[in-house]
């Protein structure tokens, strides 16, 4: 059985002082995901925000939809000339992301602590 997709923003400084948005998921993602992560992306300021961080720490399972979520969003930040990093994701999800071209998109890094060190 799905479990409902939740979203939160989180508001952080990298050590270098950049300022990053955390969009922090929940749950799977699937098809039935599009609010949680499409429309919680596009709730973020276009020109404040430069710098996001995908956190998948909280995620169960992704489908092939819920792929086409985050790759959605991620072709919506390069086009408004944001970053987006991704931290969290299993071991095979960290395969798939790297099979379906996601990291020519975002570099993925084991943790926000990782993360945020290279921002």
Not at 79 to 92: C, E, I, P
């Amino acid at each position: 059985m799905q479990t409902e997709t939740r979203s939160r923003i989180d508001q952080l400084t990298s050590p270098a002082g950049h300022p990053v948005s955390v969009l922090r998921f929940e749950g799977d993602i699937s098809s039935t995901s599009r609010d949680a992560v499409v429309a919680t992306y596009q709730s973020l300021s276009k020109e404040k925000v430069r710098i996001i961080l995908l956190d998948f720490t909280k995620v169960d399972y992704i489908n092939s939809s819920g792929i086409a979520l985050v790759i959605q969003v991620m072709i919506e930040a390069s086009g408004a000339g944001q970053k987006v990093h991704v931290f969290g994701l299993s071991a095979h999800f960290q395969k798939v992301f790297a099979m379906v071209g996601i990291t020519k998109y975002a570099h993925l890094y084991p943790d926000q602590t990782a993360a945020l060190a290279e921002l």
